[in-house]
């Protein structure tokens, strides 16, 4: 098991930007694929970005496509969740996940991050 923490989040007027990151505190990092997942109001949480435990391969939903952007950084053991233009869509809990594959279900969670748009 994987000890991990997000943290970056906070209140962006739209058209904003914010960077949020993930630290793994514990366990090997660098062989599972980084996932981030949102939670906005009253909706159900999504798989927004995952990247492969090289780097390699990313992958994003369809709405932050062109906007968001995933890293990560495996010597320092931090992943991290770049987004720019950010809408009132955006607006969401922000969870990092460890898993074994890009859309594998996790395995570890954080424990989430708020994210509020708004002017």
């Known amino acids: 098991q994987v000890h991990i923490v997000e943290s970056g989040g906070g209140l962006v007027q739209p058209g904003g930007s914010l960077t949020l990151s993930c630290a793994a505190l514990?366990?090997?990092?660098?062989?599972?694929?980084l996932q981030w997942y949102r939670q906005p109001p009253g909706k159900e949480r999504e798989l927004v970005a995952a990247?492969?435990?090289?780097?390699?391969?990313?992958t994003y939903v369809d709405s932050v496509k062109g906007r968001f952007t995933i890293s990560r950084q495996n010597t320092r053991n931090l992943g991290f969740l770049r987004m720019t233009s950010l809408n009132d869509e955006d607006t969401a809990v922000y969870y990092c996940?460890?898993?074994?594959?890009?859309?594998?279900?996790?395995?570890?969670w954080g424990q989430g991050t708020q994210v509020t748009i708004s002017s």
């Open positions: 990247i492969s435990p090289a780097g390699q391969r990313t």
């Open positions: 514990s366990g090997n990092f660098g062989i599972y694929s």
């Open positions: 996940a460890l898993a074994r594959g890009l859309g594998a279900e996790p395995t570890d």
